[in-house]
């Protein structure tokens, strides 16, 4: 789901109404309202693009623009700005304060909704996305978890990676490795982003093999379940018949020396986060390499859930373990 967000002062909200109706068929795009006063609420949330209506706001509007630019999580967040001021001079000026777009009134429907559409399209490709999977990457991840605490949300952080994959990599090839990893976000995306419901959820691609998502609601754990068992079943057709049945594939160290190792299975980690337990991101991924660490100690595909309330808790591997 994307958000525009309006600044506007007009207390019939012209601008956004009409923006409403505009963006109406475009069922992936929500539109919200907010006041000058309101600006560092709706920093918070990271609005995929902001619209200035200028004429109706009575503050220094560099100051605006250098607030919204200047918020590192919005530093790459669109500004378009509409206003019936046409001076070349002030539009001039207006553009130099990484203004991307300037429209002036009246403003035309259809090209007031091309600009946004097109600068949608522009983020989706410019926002750090693997191009082997089109998910987003490390920058969004890390907006994504911000966002959450920042909004004092309880949420699932899982982290995700395939175990004995570089031993496929080496057997089969780095082309039909990526084959692998394609599969591997494929299924993550269709078991966490599976409805409607579920458009808050997120998931993202660190590199390599390792993914995140981040799942909001109790069902997580179903979720695992339904990752792993996708995966499991989906697997084996990367791999010859003869490797399947012998349940391993052979591959040759440096030493000349030929190593068994299993087939290709995932190992999930699952961290509940509660904003009493953590400060910050760091401390979240702390928590979640040390939970998928202990999932990659089990053999075959297996999740492991830290439900620590604090900090201080020891985890206890017998109480912890949860295996499909």
Known sequence: MKHIYVLDEDKEKIIYKALVQIMEKEKSIK?????ISEISEALVNIPDIVVVNEDNINVDMENVFK???????????????????????????????????????????????YSIMNIMKLLNRNRMVSPLTGLPGNVQIQAEMKKRLSNGKSYAMIYIDLD??????????FSNGDEMIKLTARVITKNVMK????????????????????????????????????????????????????GYIEVENRKGVMEQFPLTTISVGVVEVTPERFKNTLEIGEAGAAVKHLAKTIYGSTYVIDRRKNREEIFDKAEQREIK
Not at 71 to 80: A, F, K, R, V, W
Not at 93 to 113: A, G, H, Q, R
Not at 166 to 173: I, L, M, P, S
Not at 204 to 224: L, M, N, P, T
């Open 67 to 113: 607030q919204i630019k200047s918020n590192e999580d919005n530093s790459i967040t669109p500004i378009i700005v509409l206003s019936s001021n046409k001076e070349q001079n002030h539009i001039i000026e207006t553009l130099k304060n990484d203004v991307e777009i300037y429209l002036t009134k009246p403003i035309n429907d259809e090209i007031l909704y």
């Open 164 to 173: 004995n994959f570089k031993a496929y990599n080496d057997t089969y090839g």
């Open 31 to 35: 539109v919200h309202n907010y006041k």
């Open 195 to 246: 409805n409607d419901e579920n458009e808050q959820n997120f998931v993202g691609h660190i590199g390599g093999d390792d993914f995140v998502a981040i799942v909001e609601g109790d069902d997580y754990e179903q979720v695992c379940q339904n990752i792993i068992a996708e995966f499991d079943k989906s697997v084996e057709k990367y791999f010859s018949k003869e490797d399947v049945e012998r």
